[in-house]
């Protein structure tokens, strides 16, 4: 009989982030789980790391050199052998309730088809994510910019879990302290990508990731958690599914420069999930399309990658591809 958890963890030159990761899992309160690494052709000591500790886990590794996370992730559960198949990303530390946890709730709530919880980020590594570069500005326009960015894209939840908003923009409570004192199981808008437990039967109703998400395939995890929840189930939140994210700026975030696929993807995720006819709609999403082209255009200007600027061509092909 086959361990009930699985833990998937989708790698590509982190070996450093990799270990500790691996590591936090030796740490587990229970043991009764398997580990499928699924490497993406790593160059670096990602392999020594992996022979390492598959003497003390029950680890697999799985050679899968493709670029499009969303093709990783889905091979990554298809080997999988556990009911529940949890995503964990390689820069992560889980707690050390985590895995009893993950099991519980399951266990406890029939009716839950994911689950997540805190993905704190440390104060330093914050400015790695896109997202907390507004919350950060110095100066008074700096100040207002983030203002701006919290009260009409956010409208005003920066610190609530699992929130996407109708401008498309999620809110990035689960990355701050303040979300271990959530109490029981609330249920979110979706689960977070780095910590994600799903059925496994029900990631197989709905014909698991969508290949359609490209590169590093942003949104294609909120899609899966998403479309699974329509089939009637609940997604949740546990403060006790806690993991450490120390965001890495190696391996797959070196492609995160991808714009015009990154805003291909919101458009396939948002027309998909979020847009309404109605004008607060429109307006909320046309005002967030153009920001996000107006920073990217300022990523292009001060790193002198004009990658950046796809964002612009992304959102044309974007529009051309969605289906109303």
Same mark, same amino acid.
Do not use: M
């Given at each position: 009989m086959g361990p009930k958890l699985s833990i998937i963890i989708c790698?590509?030159?982190?070996? @450093?982030?990799?270990?500790?990761?691996? +590591?936090?899992?030796?740490? @587990?309160?229970? *043991?009764?789980? +398997?580990v499928l690494v699924v490497d993406g052709g790593s160059k670096d000591n990602t392999n020594r790391i992996i022979r390492k500790y598959a003497r003390r886990l029950a680890l697999k590794k799985i050679l899968y050199?493709?670029? +499009?996370l969303a093709c990783v992730r889905d091979k990554g559960w298809r080997e999988a052998k556990g009911e529940i198949v949890a995503f964990v990303d390689d820069d &992560? !530390? !889980?707690?050390?309730n985590w895995a009893k946890s993950v099991l519980e709730i399951?266990?406890?709530?029939?009716? %839950?088809a994911g689950v997540s919880g805190p993905t704190i980020v440390p104060k330093e590594l914050l400015q790695n994510r896109d997202v907390f570069w507004f919350y950060n500005l110095k100066g008074w326009f700096g100040r207002l910019l983030g203002k701006f960015w919290n009260q009409f894209f956010l409208e005003g939840k920066m610190? +609530? !879990?699992?929130? %996407?908003?109708?401008? #498309?923009a /999620?809110?990035?409570?689960?990355?701050?302290p303040n979300c271990l004192n959530t109490k029981g199981l609330q249920d979110v808008d979706y689960l977070e990508a780095c910590n994600m437990s799903l059925r496994r039967n029900l990631i197989e109703r709905v014909g698991g990731f969508d290949y359609g998400f490209r590169e590093t395939a942003e949104w294609c995890e909120v899609d899966l958690s998403m479309r699974i929840e329509k089939l009637g189930y609940?997604?949740?939140?546990? *403060?006790? !599914?806690? &993991?450490?994210?120390? %965001?890495?700026?190696? #391996? &797959?975030?070196?492609?995160?420069t991808a714009a015009k696929e990154r805003m291909e993807n919101f458009f396939r995720f948002y027309f998909r999930h979020i847009f309404k006819f109605r004008v607060d709609y429109l307006f909320k999403f046309l005002s967030y399309i153009l920001?996000?082209?107006?920073? /990217?255009?300022?990523?292009? %200007?001060?790193?002198?990658?004009?990658? /950046?600027? #796809? #964002?612009w061509v992304g959102t044309v092909t974007g529009v051309k591809n969605t289906k109303f």
């Open positions: 790698t590509y030159n982190r070996a @450093q982030s990799l270990a500790a990761c691996l +590591e936090s899992l030796t740490k @587990q309160s229970l *043991s009764d789980f +398997e050199p493709k670029k +499009e &992560v !530390v !889980v707690s050390s399951f266990a406890r709530n029939p009716n %839950i610190y +609530e !879990v699992g929130k %996407i908003l109708k401008s #498309g /999620w809110s990035p409570g689960s990355n701050f609940r997604l949740a939140f546990s *403060s006790k !599914v806690c &993991v450490d994210h120390n %965001i890495s700026q190696h #391996g &797959v975030y070196t492609r995160r920001f996000l082209n107006l920073y /990217w255009t300022y990523k292009a %200007i001060t790193t002198r990658n004009l990658d /950046w600027l #796809g #964002g």
